[in-house]
């Protein structure tokens, strides 16, 4: 099946620095790549994805890039603010699949 | 708009005693919902997934099961808590048949003790 991993468990940067979470995925009918953000003590909600027909997406501060012959797929946020200290989770899925596939997380800081 | 509401909020419970956890969806017809357990600061692993009423299939055996008695309804129970199964249970959907994002509820802190 699956395997989704994520690269950095922990990542600090300053506040007004750019932040990059890598992921990288083993199933090459993956075609859908969602991100999502948990703060502290709450729920996940999403913040951008990617589907496998594009190679980059980008909504406001939040760019996401993916390499489909690497297997890899990355997300950046530019402008870091420290509203957006949290855990992100990438994941993978296939159409019309079920069964989604979460990374074990990355805890951002972003320090003032 | 969609909403997803979860119950209870938090639950202290004793190793051995029964659980029920709900989940209910309003603002989304038929959609297809899924549990998943988040170990204290841990990851994610889905549990169980269902595309309709009164179907629903294990993705992972943790002595849990799941039932969808109505199409806007996911019910999480066990008869017998062991302390493995402590941790954050969140209940999602997402449009039917569309390879698209979760939705998430707020979530349920269990604590086995």
């Known amino acids: 099946g699956e395997k989704v991993e994520q690269h950095e468990s922990t990542l600090s940067v300053r506040e007004g620095d750019s932040a990059v979470i890598n992921c990288t995925y083993t199933d090459t009918a993956s075609s859908y790549f969602p991100w999502y953000k948990q703060e502290a003590g709450k729920s996940l909600h999403f913040v951008i994805d990617i589907r496998s027909n594009v190679d980059r997406k980008q909504s406001q501060r939040l760019i996401v890039l993916l390499d489909k012959k690497a297997k890899r797929f990355s997300l950046h946020i530019t402008a870091t603010q420290p509203e957006d200290s949290a855990i992100y989770f990438c994941?993978?899925?296939?159409?019309?699949?079920?069964?989604?596939?979460f990374g074990d997380g990355t805890q951002l800081v972003v320090k003032p | 708009a969609q909403t997803i509401h979860q119950w209870p909020v938090a639950e202290i419970k004793a190793v051995g005693s029964p659980l029920s956890l709900g989940c209910t969806i309003k603002?989304?017809?038929?959609?297809?919902l899924y549990w998943y357990w988040q170990a204290t600061g841990g990851t994610l692993q889905q549990l169980f997934y269902?595309?309709?009423?009164?179907?629903v299939e294990s993705v992972v055996q943790l002595n849990l099961s799941a039932s969808r008695p109505k199409d806007d309804q996911f019910i999480l129970s066990t008869e017998k808590l062991l302390l493995s199964h402590s941790g954050f249970y969140l209940c999602?959907?997402?449009?039917?048949?569309?390879?698209?994002?979760?939705?998430f509820g707020h979530g349920t802190k269990l604590s086995v003790l």
């Open positions: 994941a993978a899925s296939r159409n019309s699949n079920n069964r989604i596939f």
């Open positions: 269902s595309i309709t009423v009164g179907q």
């Open positions: 999602a959907s997402r449009d039917r048949g569309a390879n698209e994002r979760l939705f």
């Open positions: 603002g989304k017809s038929s959609p297809n």
